[in-house]
């Protein structure tokens, strides 16, 4: 019998998936794969295990939580070299990057989703020593997430991310940064930037509507400096996916780049890494082609 290593985080969203795991253990069983289950009690304390358990058991590792608990099994998982396909049950408040695998929002439909055990493979990116399945950034917009705290992620859900992602767009808090691009460079003043492996940050589902997780490349999107007339016009592009053509937007495909911040407030020289908080400039970032095979 096959044998998965199932993680969950049981403070991860609504903790709806708290009740569902004799359903998953059930499920599993019938496709002949014994789940093993381990409660995530804190935060690093499963990628603590990831690390120290002998993997080697598992034929794959699923992760039932948002964007940051899937983040943190990838960069376990990388650094130990673990070589199994890692799926994702989408228990969080944010869980962009299930959803552009296709994973359903319902968590009985994603169980016997993941329960057939296929796969694919994809890209991941890397800045400076830390994995990321979906993006990285920096300003003020990537840090929502920080800021939303967890009751009113599990009350409003998206919306949480929404209101406050306009809030903190209205404050206009730009910065300057230096980006080198493959054979590109540019200085800019943005009020944000992305580098995305895949289409949504933050619940906006078609921020980088352009990106592919296959395409061996990553998306790099930037809004420069506006302002606070054009703030409403230009969230309302962001939320159809037509904001690629804007004025105050910047984007470019690319395999590598290099970011420093040149001069900002202390707020603003914060970077996020799949809604984690992220390393400290400057910022060396790559794309690993095909590094990690997924259950969708």
Not at 73 to 82: G, Y
Not at 121 to 137: A, H, L, R
Not at 201 to 220: E, H, I, P, R, W
Not at 246 to 275: C, M, P, R
Request: hydrophobic share 40%; glycine share 8%.
């Amino acid at each position: 019998m096959k044998r998965v290593l199932l993680i969950y985080n049981p403070m991860a969203g609504t903790q709806e998936f708290n009740v569902l795991l004799d359903e998953a253990i059930s499920v599993f069983q019938r496709e002949g794969i014994q789940l093993d289950i381990y409660r995530s009690r804190e935060q690093m304390d499963f990628y603590n295990y990831l690390e120290q358990s002998a993997c080697t058991l598992y034929q794959a590792v699923i992760v039932a939580g948002g964007d940051g608990s899937v983040s943190l099994a990838l960069n376990a998982m990388m650094k130990k070299d673990i070589r199994i396909p890692l799926g994702i049950i989408p228990a969080g408040t944010s869980n962009d990057f299930a959803y552009y695998l296709g994973i359903s929002p319902n968590l009985h439909e994603a169980i016997r989703q993941l329960s057939k055990m296929n796969t694919r493979w994809i890209d991941v990116g890397k800045v400076n020593d830390i994995y990321f399945i979906n993006v990285c950034g920096g300003g003020v917009l990537p840090n929502v997430a920080h800021k939303v705290d967890r009751e009113a992620k599990n009350i409003w859900g998206k919306a949480a991310y929404y209101v406050n992602g306009f809030m903190e767009m209205g404050k206009n808090k730009t910065f300057r940064i230096k980006l080198r691009a493959d054979e590109e460079e540019f200085e800019m003043d943005v009020f944000l930037y992305l580098v995305m492996n895949g289409p949504s940050a933050g619940g906006f589902t078609k921020m980088g509507v352009k990106a592919s997780a296959d395409d061996g490349k990553l998306d790099f999107i930037a809004i420069k400096s506006l302002n606070l007339i054009d703030v409403p016009m230009l969230f309302s592009k962001i939320l159809r996916g037509e904001h690629f053509n804007d004025n105050h937007v910047q984007y470019l495909k690319g395999e590598n780049f290099e970011i420093d911040f040149l001069s900002g407030d202390k707020e603003t020289e914060a970077t996020s890494v799949d809604g984690e908080m992220g390393p400290d400039y400057p910022l060396s970032i790559q794309v690993c082609k095909h590094h990690l095979e997924v259950i969708f």
